[in-house]
């Protein structure tokens, strides 16, 4: 089943969405943006679709409205949006419940939650990327299923209690992940040191991570509680107290976990 599908949102969710939906078979008709500009950077990617920065699609030809925005707008963007009879409304967020699209005009609401880091630029290969699912109709859900099942294999339905969960360990698995490294980053450049020492021990341990659990792959003065060890990387790390801090806190946890 091929579907006609309207993109609301211009940044990195919809940069790689929009032209894997229309590689996969869909037809994209219109991306909307309130900056126009942005919008356009999409289209141009794209076989056939209008851009905009009008919220009143209610002579839209699309079946299904994609809220591709950041969190705080999705409320408000769901309000504001005019959108024709029998349309189904879905935003993409892990954080946020279904029940904002309450009070939106759409008939159907649901759930399409790509769980992956997307940057713009940088190309996503969407079947490698699990989709969470979720509606309170059971013929708008079948429907996102075939929509999700076009993209990648890896589809989940997912009530809005556990994709917080989910979104929650995601945090930590993704997003305090690549912190950790800037920080490493930022320390390995403040000594002078050229940071691509550490990449291959990054790849490792994560590829190790995931091939025996992370419980079993630690390492480290922490597990080992290496004491001596942790009081010294404390001091080097006094000249940042925040750091100094984080570290604690993170070794201290590793030994009582």
């Not at 769901?78 to 008939?107: K, Q, R």
């Amino acid at each position: 089943m091929k579907f006609k599908i309207a993109i609301l949102g211009a940044g990195n969710v919809a940069w790689n969405l929009a032209p894997a939906l229309e590689d996969a078979g869909h037809e994209i008709t219109e991306v909307y943006s309130r900056d126009i500009r942005k919008a356009k950077e999409i289209t141009e990617r794209l076989y056939a679709t209008d851009p905009t920065d009008d919220l009143d699609f209610s002579e839209s030809k699309a079946q299904i409205f994609i809220l591709a925005i950041k969190d705080s707008a999705i409320s408000e963007v769901a309000d504001e949006v005019i959108l024709p009879e029998g349309s189904i409304l879905v935003h993409t967020s892990g954080a946020v419940p279904l029940d904002i699209l309450g009070y939106s005009s759409a008939s159907y609401t649901g759930i399409f939650y790509p769980l992956q880091s997307f940057t713009k630029g940088k190309k996503m290969e969407m079947d490698e990327v699990p989709f969470l699912l979720e509606s309170e109709d059971e013929e708008t859900l079948q429907k996102l299923k075939k929509l999700a099942k076009s993209l990648s294999p890896m589809i989940y339905t997912v009530r809005s209690k556990d994709r917080k969960a989910i979104h929650v360990a995601a945090v930590f698995a993704s997003n305090f992940t690549n912190h950790m490294i800037r920080i490493a980053e930022e320390i390995m450049r403040r000594q002078g040191l050229d940071f691509e020492m550490l990449k291959p021990l990054i790849i490792e341990t994560i590829s190790k991570s995931l091939q025996l659990g992370a419980k079993k792959a630690q390492t480290g003065p922490a597990i080992r509680e290496d004491y001596e060890t942790l009081e010294d990387h404390h001091r080097f790390l006094n000249y940042n107290e925040e750091l100094a801090e984080i570290y604690r806190l993170i070794s201290q946890d590793i030994i009582d976990s």
